[in-house]
């Protein structure tokens, strides 16, 4: 059991913390509105402390190499802002509830996370630049390209 562990503690933990969140979503509805004001000014430092202990372990010359050669960047952010929405609109049409057709556009267009991006590249052998600099540009261009996905997709349903 203990070895079951050991090789999944990051599935197990995530599991965990969505039940969790869950049952307190079900038990305590009231807890959110009463604990956002504490989460605020956290939230602005969130971004870059995340970020930062992302790179800690990542190699310089892998990052550069990433920066040199920009086409996998360049097509995770293709799929992540134009494919993925894309191929969310004609599913908005069978959305029966709007708040549904308003929540899958939302997932659809918004920016690729920054620990799990990172976390599951990893995990994978993969490169880890191409995950970090995958999300620096999706976060950094999400403030223009979100909202036009937004207006677009929740105005056409």
């Not at 057709?101 to 994978?124: D, E, F, H, N, Q």
Request: charged share 10%; proline share 6%; aromatic share 10%.
């Amino acid at each position: 059991m203990l070895e079951f562990f050991q090789k999944r503690w990051f599935l197990t933990a995530l599991f965990a913390f969505i039940a969790a969140g869950l049952t307190l979503g079900i038990y305590l509805p009231g807890l959110a509105s009463s604990t956002s004001g504490n989460i605020g000014p956290w939230s602005k430092l969130l971004t870059p402390i995340v970020l930062f202990l992302m790179s800690i372990t990542l190699d310089g010359q892998r990052m550069w190499a990433a920066i040199r050669a920009p086409g996998p960047v360049l097509w995770a952010t293709t799929v992540n802002f134009l494919v993925i929405p894309l191929l969310a609109l004609p599913l908005l049409r069978i959305q029966l509830h709007p708040d549904y057709v308003a929540g899958l556009m939302i997932a659809a267009s918004v920016p690729c996370t920054m620990a799990a991006a990172s976390v599951w590249t990893r995990k994978a052998n993969g490169n880890d630049a191409v995950s970090m600099l995958t999300t620096i540009a999706t976060n950094g261009l999400c403030f223009i390209v979100t909202p036009i996905w937004l207006s677009y997709g929740i105005g056409k349903s």
